[in-house]
């Protein structure tokens, strides 16, 4: 564990890349025992919730994680260099056409997808209909991907994660609710 003071106005736990746990606590606390005790409490509770979690080691020398699957490396690219790239083809090449029939059947259709790497979200949907998706969803079974495009698709005709959104999603995806536990249970490295 470690401690970091710093001028903020509001302290946070964290977990590391490392997987190690970090607080930062605002410099003027840096004295107050008690409060130091209930964040490292709070800290040790997301650490448990984070050690729960699947950690899937997604690109090694030799392998990479494609669509759940195991694949050499040398199968993929020709260059590491240029895996981020050929990843980001790869999950807009599934993703696209998904997405084309899903606009369809909601008869609302979008403006463009990217493919972006991001650490806090796994897909997005902005107001003016541009999709977005997590390069490290490849990496997923595609059942998982699956459902992410239809959540986010859904989020073309319902901006909100209302009862009415859910109603929706499930229309498309029945099983959303084990499909989205799943999908939250993954670490990916």
Same mark, same amino acid.
């Given at each position: ?6 001028? !903020?106005?509001?302290?946070?736990? =964290?977990?590391? +890349?490392e ?21 490292l409490?709070?800290?040790?509770k ?7 979690k ?16 195991q694949?050499?490396?040398?199968e993929?690219?020709s260059?590491?260099? =240029? ?12 993703a =696209? ?18 493919i972006? +790497? ?6 997005s ?6 999709m977005?998706l ?7 079974p595609?059942?998982?991907i699956?459902?992410? !495009?239809i ?7 319902? +901006? ?20 989205? =536990? ?8």
């Amino acid at each position: 564990m470690e401690i970091i003071y710093k001028p !903020i106005r509001h302290a946070y736990a =964290k977990i590391t +890349k490392e997987g190690n746990l970090q607080l930062c606590i605002p410099s003027r606390l840096r004295d107050n025992q008690k409060f130091k005790e209930q964040l490292l409490e709070k800290g040790e509770k997301l650490l448990l919730r984070y050690n729960k979690k699947n950690h899937i080691q997604s690109v090694t020398d030799e392998y990479v994680l494609l669509f759940g699957e195991q694949v050499p490396l040398q199968e993929v690219t020709s260059s590491p260099k =240029k895996l981020a790239t050929e990843l980001k083809h790869i999950l807009y090449d599934y993703a =696209k056409p998904l997405f084309d029939e899903y606009s369809e059947k909601l008869k609302t259709p979008y403006n463009e997808l990217k493919i972006r +790497k991001v650490t806090a979200k796994w897909g997005s949907c902005t107001s003016d209909q541009r999709m977005m998706l997590n390069t490290n969803l490849v990496h997923l079974p595609t059942r998982l991907i699956q459902y992410v !495009i239809i959540h986010e698709a859904c989020h073309l005709k319902i +901006k909100n994660h209302s009862p009415r959104f859910r109603n929706l999603v499930e229309i498309y995806c029945p099983n959303y609710k084990l499909l989205r =536990k799943e999908l939250r249970s993954f670490i990916l490295k």
